[in-house]
Nanobody, 124 residues
Framework: VQLQASGGGVVQPGDSLRLSCAPS????????IAWFRQAPGKEREGISC???????NVADRLKARFSTRRANVEKKVYLQMNNPKPEDTATYFC???????????????????WGQGTQVTVSS
């Protein structure tokens, strides 16, 4: 099981950015896929989780600007970041769990598979 997160970079406040998570080695429909982020010196923070039926949940504090979409045909899960702010600067990870009842943003320990992360820096 592997997860490849990509699409990070340096963006200016107010720009848009889309991150991609490309799972491999397992059937995407059997797993819930989540996005987390971690800034230096801070706890890992849950952003979104998507299930095989396409349902998603996004952290309340971020849902006005962030959204997630699962593209089963492309075998990717996307995180759309609109109007990013400097406080969004972090390493962004995608993670997978084979029990969709554990699609829970507050419990990163539920997710047994993690990608290597992609760095997002929001700076003017």
């Amino acid at each position: 099981v592997q997860l490849q997160a990509s699409g990070g970079g340096v963006v200016q406040p107010g720009d848009s950015l889309r991150l991609s998570c490309a799972p491999s080695g397992f059937t995407l429909s059997d797993y819930a896929i989540a996005w987390f982020r971690q800034a230096p010196g801070k706890e890992r923070e849950g952003i979104s989780c998507s299930r095989s039926d396409g349902s998603t949940n996004v952290a309340d504090r971020l849902k006005a600007r962030f959204s997630t979409r699962r593209a089963n045909v492309e075998k990717k899960v996307y995180l759309q970041m609109n109007n990013p702010k400097p406080e969004d600067t972090a390493t962004y990870f995608c993670a997978a769990v084979d029990n969709e009842d554990r699609c829970a943003l507050d419990y990163p320990e539920f997710f047994g598979f993690w990608g290597q992360g992609t760095q997002v820096t929001v700076s003017s």
